[in-house]
């Protein structure tokens, strides 16, 4: 791969004799367990999240295989009903609130976002180690939920069945789920700030690197967003413990609130879920394409239409309740609307492809695959925002595929080509790339046989959320059955290749792609400070292409510097 | 602070606190923004409440009224109030600590506390009110139901009037803990004409609990005022 | 504009020592505003009582905001932050009453 045969020659650059002895990197600044739980490191941090988050994935996916395996055969022959209920909940609400929403912006962002604004950490670093703690103490009230029965009102806890009926353990879950929003607050404030007040001299908003203005609009989702959820799930644990009624149909309360409520957090939540992955994809195609992300401005300014607009949309799930069919009609409306944005990323990404240098590496092969997908994922959810369509489909597996090409097809494809393209960074290792592209294909089939088939079964009328179905959709489901093995073979893969490249992967110098952005100006690992010395910004992101006329300097270390030191 | 920071600051920039920031204008900015970005949470925490609130009184435009005039809204009135002059103190403690008065720091803040308390005894005595007369929803306890055939829908005025003033009370007793961390820094002079934006912040958060009774007292209390005033 | 390095940015408040007749006069405001909210719920406007009693609030809250919480003398950025709340609460309850408001058209 040229990218990794380029990496000796960028590691001559840095020719400083230091080269070869052991050098300080955040990674080696302390050894025991205190400089792990009591850093305030972002990068550290980072890590300590990676691993808790990769942790959350494997027990979702856990659940993921066993509702796979029921649904195999059209009968009941794994689990009954009961339990099948209580694995798609807990696999909802451990993938969504303990893996897909804290997946990019609390592993690759709290990694990430300082460096390539080119500050020394988050603005409260105190704050973001918090947000670690308040995630883990969320994720144990959830793993106590998982072992003490588990929950059956699916992730979206709708009342009253939530409220009044389930006998599953709703409270402790919502005790957890609210916890956990805590810590996604935390991020979210401790983004916004850094990113107004810790940015690096010269690095205007406009030469921002399309990630931060991803990662800002997804913190200002975070921060707008989850407090609702938690009023909400609060009044539900009332609700349970105290009989409030707010949502009791009984003595005139309304469920149908509660989904304004749930949804007005969730459907923009549905946005923190993808918006980080569309950041990463931009760096990654630009990084390979060898230019300059087309459109910067329009791709930048889509991603605050994205959080604002997301905010006026969440009706479109609700087109089946009781809702007015002229608020429908807006939702739907604005539905369409929130397209635009979307649309407008892909176009530009497409756009920067064209006549682009472009290398098949492993992470552009995931960002690849995230275009198409999240091409199909967006466009069925423009059909199930138009409300004739969404009568037949809602609540079957067309949904479900759906949002399965959006949050898997789209968000664990960008998290995978994140962290591949990321991972030099963060370890000083390169990944073998054979296995790194082989897993690639892998995930990619088998995450199309796995959800493809359930978008037929869907339109064929197969309600989701159920354990038995009929005869009929029989084959499509055991192809989705397969597919799920394949993809779970794929998403093995990787924690093995890259576990092992922490100690036997090749060392790369900074800039192991040959790509723009403060980041790969740092060494690899970086040191904790990130930065040697003060950064000034003076040129554009993404400036591929013509060696720039200004701006070059040589920092503390030898190192070819796009940003000169004061 | 750090060995890093060794590079010079230019003349008459303070160094900061944390060895992260450049100065101490970028970390007292950093704070103060972070703390208006945390009052947004606040706001979006109970906006889910005032918007059920806002559905259920256009619901239920007569029950909600017979409902709020069983709330004394004498004694709203006067914590409106009592909240209202801690809000002033506040206030002024913070303008103390700007003009270097030590002293007047630690009393301003002593009697911020005072009133907040206080807020919270009436309240108090409003609850175990409202719990005597049978008016606080909850599975054990019994819902009077002396609003006839609106008291289901008036149990739920008093659903939301609990969760609401109980997040409020909630915040108050948060903001007396933090009210007692600055009486103890000031009683070290921690707070100087340029070292006060802590004491700002906290009395950004205590001047936003004030905002929210602002609209609470006439949303709960004054529904059923003009016929059923002096009860 | 990178702020963080600017020492003229907008670091609000230590060039703001307001009056002490600016605090005396916003308190004085807030309880004329506390007596008006009161007198005008004994009297029966109707669906008036609720925007009158809303208005007082509205204008009680934007004192308390630009005086005593100093916004008034504050950079763009914190009028921004201290707008976007209500703003969003505004969309929450506009949408949210707009299914409640036209279910019965």
Not at chain 1, 40 to 48: E, F, G, T, Y
Not at chain 1, 253 to 279: E, K, N, R, T
Request: overall charge neutral.
């Amino acid at each position: 791969m040229t990218g990794s045969t380029d990496m000796g020659s960028m590691a001559t650059t840095t020719g400083h004799a230091a080269a070869e002895a052991p050098r300080e990197t955040y990674l080696t600044n302390g050894y025991g367990w205190k400089s792990w739980f009591l850093t305030v490191d972002h990068k550290r941090i980072a890590i300590l999240y990676l691993i808790s988050v990769t942790f959350f994935f494997l027990i979702g996916g856990l659940f993921a295989v066993l509702m796979r395996l029921e649904l195999a055969t059209p009968r009941a022959d794994v689990v009954d009903a009961e339990t099948y209920n209580r694995l798609f909940t807990m696999h909802g609400v451990v993938m969504i609130f303990f893996f897909l929403v804290p997946s990019i912006p609390a592993v690759l962002g709290n990694f990430l976002v300082p460096i390539m604004i080119g500050a020394r950490d988050l603005a409260f670093p105190k704050i973001n180690l918090l947000s670690w703690y308040i995630y883990v103490v969320g994720g144990i009230f959830t793993l106590i939920v998982a072992v003490s029965g588990g929950v059956d009102t699916g992730w979206t806890f709708y009342t009253p069945y939530s409220s009044t009926y389930s006998n599953s353990q709703v409270a402790l879950t919502a005790v957890g789920v609210f916890i956990t929003g805590f810590s996604s607050i935390l991020t979210g404030l401790n983004f916004i700030v850094t990113i107004h007040k810790m940015r690096a001299p010269g690095l205007t908003w406009f030469r921002l690197p399309l990630f931060i203005w991803a990662q800002y609009a997804t913190a200002l989702i975070m921060v707008l967003g989850t407090p609702v959820l938690a009023t909400t799930i609060f009044l539900v644990a009332l609700e349970r413990i105290f009989r409030i009624g707010i949502f009791d149909p009984t003595i005139g309360g309304d469920p149908v609130l509660f989904q304004h409520l749930f949804w007005f957090y969730s459907h923009p939540a549905v946005y923190i879920m993808i918006l980080p992955g569309m950041g990463v994809i931009s760096e990654v195609i630009s990084a390979f394409s060898k230019k300059r992300v087309f459109g910067y401005s329009f791709v930048a300014f889509s991603s605050l239409a994205i959080a604002i607009l997301g905010f006026m949309v969440w009706g479109h799930h609700m087109f089946t309740t009781g809702q007015s069919v002229y608020a429908s009609m807006v939702f739907s409306v604005l539905t369409m609307l929130v397209a635009v944005p979307s649309a407008v990323k892909v176009f530009n990404w497409a756009a920067t492809l064209y006549k682009g240098s472009i290398e098949l590496t492993t992470p552009m092969l995931y960002a690849l695959a995230f275009m198409g997908l999240f091409t199909i994922g967006g466009l069925t959810g423009v059909f199930l925002g138009i409300m004739a369509v969404d009568r037949h489909l809602h609540d079957t597996y067309f949904v479900v595929a759906h949002f399965h090409y959006v949050m898997v097809g789209s968000m664990v494809m960008a998290f995978l080509c994140g962290v591949h393209f990321w991972w030099p960074k963060m370890f000083g290792r390169m990944y073998p790339e054979f296995l790194g592209r082989f897993a690639a294909i892998i995930v990619f089939v088998g995450f199309n046989l796995t959800f493809l088939p359930q978008f037929v079964v869907g339109f064929q009328g197969m309600p989701r959320r159920y354990h038995v179905y009929p005869e009929e959709f029989g084959v499509m489901n055991l192809l989705s059955s397969a597919g799920a093995s394949i993809l779970g073979a794929g998403y093995i893969l990787p924690m093995f290749y890259l576990a092992w490249s922490l100690k036997w992967g090749k060392k790369v110098g900074p800039n192991p792609w040959e790509a723009k952005g403060l980041e790969w100006q740092i060494e690899s690992p970086p040191i904790t400070h990130n930065f040697h010395g003060p950064v000034r910004v003076t040129e554009e992101a993404y400036a591929y292409g013509e060696e720039p006329t200004h701006g070059h300097a040589t920092n503390t270390h030898g190192q070819k510097e796009a940003t000169s030191v004061r | 602070m750090s060995a890093d920071h060794a590079h010079a600051l230019p003349a008459g920039v303070r160094p900061p606190t944390y060895h992260h920031f450049e100065d101490l204008a970028q970390q007292e900015e950093s704070e103060k923004l972070g703390m208006w970005a945390f009052l947004i949470t606040e706001v979006m925490f109970f906006g889910a409440l005032f918007t059920a609130y806002t559905v259920y009184r256009n619901l239920y435009p007569e029950a909600f009224m017979d409902a709020s005039s069983k709330l004394n809204w004498k004694l709203g009135a006067v914590n409106t109030l009592v909240l209202i002059v801690s809000s002033l103190t506040m206030a002024l403690a913070i303008r103390a600590a700007q003009t270097g008065k030590y002293s007047q720091v630690i009393w301003q803040t002593v009697a911020t506390m005072i009133f907040g308390a206080t807020f919270l005894v009436v309240k108090y005595f409003e609850y175990m009110h409202k719990y005597h007369d049978g008016l606080m929803p909850g599975p054990t306890l019994f819902f009077t139901d002396v609003f006839g055939e609106h008291t289901p829908q008036a149990r739920i005025f008093f659903s939301i009037y609990f969760a609401m003033t109980g997040l409020h009370a909630f915040h108050m007793v948060v903001g007396l803990g933090i009210l007692t961390w600055v009486l103890i820094k000031a009683r070290k002079r921690y707070f100087t004409p340029d070292r006060y934006l802590a004491l700002e912040n906290v009395g950004l958060y205590w001047h936003f609990v004030d905002l929210v009774w602002i609209f609470l007292f006439p949303m709960l209390y004054l529904l059923g005022a003009h016929y059923g005033l002096g009860h | 504009m990178a702020s963080g390095t600017d020492p003229h940015g907008s670091h609000g408040g230590e060039h703001h020592i307001l009056p002490l007749g600016v605090y005396w006069a916003v308190f004085l405001a807030l309880v004329v505003g506390t007596i008006l909210t009161v007198w005008s719920a004994t009297i029966d406007l109707g669906r008036l009582n609720v925007i009158v009693a809303l208005l007082i609030a509205s204008v009680k809250a934007a004192l308390v905001i630009l005086y005593f919480m100093h916004v008034k003398y504050s950079s763009r950025m914190v009028w921004i932050f201290a707008a976007a709340g209500f703003f969003w609460v505004a969309i929450m309850i506009l949408f949210t009453m707009a299914d409640f408001a036209s279910r019965s058209w």
